[in-house]
């Protein structure tokens, strides 16, 4: 059971936009920056977004991250099939002193 | 750039110690800006974060709860690497291990390691 709460599944048809939920507490999400990672199939994962809407060097402007109180969401636009992957969000957690994962999102592209 | 090159044995008997080394180049472990982090995924638990070692005028580790009687990690500055060891282990530890670099400004895992399956049994 993970600390942070995403649905298990998403999709969407090429050129959609789709959200990824992650839901938390307030000893996590609520007092501590998220970040959102991206890991296709046999691959280490890669970081998307870090505190809540930053996106590395090289990330497309399509994938987008926000927070919202012990909520925060990834959301991807302009949906294309490379897209298709296991999407985890992350953050520290003050009352456990660690860091915190989901237990990740399979997005599928129809 | 930033690499980091794992290197230790798959496959470990149950009771004895895990052992893996994460080699950075590109950066130093002793770096004031960093955090050197160790994850693991496995199909039943997911991603869990183990722990992480860092450099802030003196040497700090934070350990996951759930491994903290278990869970060592080492910096070594004359080799610029990094190691886990994992005491006691049980069929249950069996899982793909990770190193990463974390960097200050970003309190995220953006570099990592290329991961090695480390599998428990006799």
């Known amino acids: 059971q993970s600390v942070l709460t995403q649905p298990p599944s998403a999709s969407g048809t090429p050129g959609q936009r789709v959200t990824i939920s992650c839901s938390g507490s307030s000893s996590n999400i609520g007092s501590n920056t998220v970040n959102w990672y991206q890991q296709l199939p046999g691959t280490a994962p890669k970081l998307l977004i870090y505190r809540n809407n930053q996106r590395p060097s090289g990330v497309p402007d399509r994938f987008s991250g926000s927070k919202s109180g012990t909520s925060a969401s990834l959301a991807i636009s302009g949906l294309q099939s490379e897209d298709e992957a296991d999407y985890y969000c992350a953050a520290w957690d003050d009352s456990l002193n660690g860091g915190v994962f989901g237990g990740g999102t399979k997005l599928t592209v129809l | 750039q930033v690499q980091l090159q794992q290197s230790g044995p798959g496959l470990v008997k149950p009771s004895q110690t895990l052992s893996l080394t994460c080699a950075i180049s590109g950066d130093s472990v002793s770096s004031n800006s960093a955090a050197w982090n160790w994850i693991r995924q496995s199909p039943s638990r997911g991603l869990e974060w183990l722990g992480r070692t860092y450099y802030r005028s003196k040497w700090y580790n934070d350990y996951a709860v759930s491994v903290k009687s278990r869970i060592t990690i080492n910096p070594d500055t004359s080799k610029n690497q990094f190691s886990l060891q994992l005491n006691s282990v049980t069929p249950e530890d069996t899982a793909v291990y990770y190193c990463?670099?974390?960097?200050?400004?970003?309190?995220?895992?953006?570099?990592w390691g290329q991961g090695t399956l480390v599998t428990v049994s006799s």
């Open positions: 990463a670099r974390e960097p200050r400004i970003a309190a995220a895992l953006l570099i």
